[in-house]
């Protein structure tokens, strides 16, 4: 165990460049959690009978609450050979006191600043990292996946986004640099946080869930989904699913066509399934829009 620790981490260093980006993410004991979810959260924990559905069912909706649990009980269970995958097994496995005290004592939860906030639109942030999740199940789900990469792939959609919390919340003003430089050049968000940091939000935040301890699965389906050619997988994997779930979220909200890595989908032999995870994920979109 301390070996393959030992190595996973110098394969994470690589992820980051600049040395003090790196100190910053791995000083991080949470992640900024979404007020709203908070309250319901600390309401329903205060309740005379809380209910450990509802309470899992708020943890599961939130990226900062869902990655320091998967991290908390990655850890105590760091015997298991199957790494724990969805807030829903994770809740389970802790119990209501241990999720309790982590609220209580602070560690688990924080609120993102109101300048730092200002920075993200933090309810369409969480709304696409939601839809973005549930796409990526409803691929993984098309592939006929094993549950357990089923799992994988709807919590690394959920989390994918968490980089964007990281950089926002604890290196402010160089986040803020990077927004004006995406508006005023039209670069996408990411391209413009590679010129200010030398890192996307997507390296940072596969940096952190590394050291957290989360599955390598969900940890390069994080790192890599802007640029899943860097990724050596040779088949379809959560980094896939996640991948092609970020860009149709995009293409749904916005009606462009997604701009797919396709020479990544052309290596790992899985172009000709496009039309069939937009099928797939068109319906599921549909679905939820009549609900």
Request: with cysteine; glycine share 8%.
């Amino acid at each position: 165990m301390l070996k393959a620790t030992i190595t996973r981490v110098c394969h994470l260093k690589a992820l980051v460049a600049d040395e003090g980006l790196r100190c910053l993410v791995a000083g991080m004991s949470n992640v900024p959690t979404l007020p709203l979810l908070y309250g319901e959260l600390t309401r329903e924990l205060a309740a005379e009978n809380p209910s450990m559905q509802a309470i899992t069912a708020i943890i599961a909706k939130d990226l900062g609450m869902t990655a320091k649990i998967l991290q908390i009980v990655n850890s105590t269970y760091a015997d298991r050979c199957d790494l724990v995958a969805t807030a829903a097994q994770a809740t389970s496995l802790l119990g209501l006191d241990t999720v309790y005290s982590m609220v209580r004592i602070g560690e688990g939860c924080s609120v993102l600043t109101d300048r730092a906030g200002a920075c993200l639109n933090l309810e369409r942030l969480w709304a696409e990292s939601l839809e973005t999740g549930a796409l990526a199940r409803v691929i993984a789900q098309a592939e006929q996946a094993s549950p357990q990469m089923v799992d994988q792939a709807g919590t690394a959609g959920l989390l994918h986004e968490i980089g964007a919390l990281i950089l926002a919340g604890h290196a402010t003003e160089r986040y803020t640099e990077a927004l004006a430089l995406s508006n005023e050049h039209r670069l996408p968000l990411w391209g413009a946080e590679q010129q200010v940091f030398g890192n996307t939000h997507a390296e940072v935040g596969g940096y952190l869930l590394g050291l957290w301890g989360l599955s390598a699965p969900i940890v390069a389906a994080v790192a890599y989904h802007h640029a899943p050619s860097r990724h050596v997988e040779s088949g379809f994997c959560p980094l896939t699913a996640v991948h092609v779930a970020d860009h149709l979220q995009r293409e749904f909200a916005s009606s462009e066509p997604a701009q797919l890595d396709m020479a990544y989908l052309a290596r790992i032999g899985l172009t000709e399934r496009v039309p069939a995870w937009r099928e797939a994920a068109a319906a599921w979109h549909k679905e939820q829009r009549y609900e």
